[in-house]
């Protein structure tokens, strides 16, 4: 049997069922049951330990301080139309070359220098942490880590929920290893990633951004990967762009079919241009870049 069936609810091994029973809920922002063993205040205290470590290995925040203000203006925008608007989020813009954004636990959320400069529009921005806002509502980063928790578990005799120390989620979560080591284990899955896309569309609509941005990210990392999609971390475990880019499409002719009226949805391009672009033009080089990433 497959170990994402085993996961559904009442689907576990008998040892692990009553823990799996008390883990188990519906979450608001998918509607979806799901298995996850992190309360929300570990969360948040996970995250908290874990952000100033991600933050260094990914170069430090951008030494803008107008970027910084923009990026979490932007992201807590999104936050607070979100199921989850009472997190301890953060939203930090990292000095790094790579291409990349991802989430933490507790609405930690990280978009990467060499990520911005390939995008045109506030738009653009606003899909990219829409998706990770996502991810975090949808609460795919406890259900991988909790997956991750039950892997191990079967294999030392331990799996119970609420017997894991902090120690055991932050290595799951790849802190005191090489950063990211440990997200990949928790790389989401093909349906993990549709919903968050749609969560992303979700957010951004809401405050009146053309919901065609996210599309546009996609073409935009496919077209820095070579146009094949293939070879770039944040693509690696990620569906193949088309067939993001096609659903994303299918979604927005079904639930915006007036996203093409500028008075209900804007894109801001020129804001993009003059508060991000041409700022990171005039900042130094990026530092050194991690040598592997997590995926967002």
């Not at 989850?84 to 989020?89: G, I, S």
């Amino acid at each position: 049997m497959r170990f994402q069936t085993l996961l559904k609810c009442g689907a576990l091994p008998a040892v692990l069922f009553l823990t799996a029973i008390a883990g188990c809920s519906t979450n608001p922002a998918t509607g979806q049951k799901q298995l996850n063993w992190i309360s929300t205040e570990k969360e948040n205290s996970l995250g908290a330990e874990a952000a100033p470590k991600f933050v260094e290995q990914y170069g430090g925040d951008i030494p803008s301080e107008s970027i910084h203000k923009y990026i979490n203006d932007l992201g807590h925008r999104l936050a607070a139309v979100s199921e989850r608007p009472d997190l301890d989020w953060e939203f930090h813009a990292v000095d790094s070359a790579v291409i990349n954004a991802f989430a933490l636990p507790g609405g930690k959320v990280f978009v990467t220098r060499g990520l911005m400069k390939e995008l045109t529009s506030e738009a653009q921005l606003a899909g990219v942490l829409g998706h990770e806002v996502g991810h975090v509502t949808a609460q795919h980063i406890g259900q991988q880590m909790t997956r991750a928790i039950i892997i191990t578990g079967i294999g030392v005799g331990i799996g119970v929920a609420g017997e894991q120390s902090d120690e055991d989620w932050l290595t799951v979560l790849g802190v005191g290893t090489s950063v990211g080591g440990g997200l990949y284990m928790l790389s989401y899955g093909r349906n993990q990633e549709t919903q968050s896309d749609e969560l992303g569309l979700r957010y951004m609509t809401h405050l009146g951004y053309n919901p065609i941005g996210q599309v546009q990210v996609m073409k935009v990392l496919k077209r820095a990967s070579g146009g094949n999609g293939r070879g770039m971390e944040f693509l690696a475990t990620h569906p193949y762009p088309d067939t993001r880019i096609k659903h994303l499409n299918q979604i927005i002719r079904e639930q915006y079919p007036d996203y093409k009226d500028p008075q209900k949805y804007r894109v801001y391009r020129d804001r993009y241009q003059r508060t991000v672009l041409a700022e990171l033009k005039r900042l130094p080089k990026p530092g050194h870049d991690p040598q592997s990433q997590p995926d967002g």
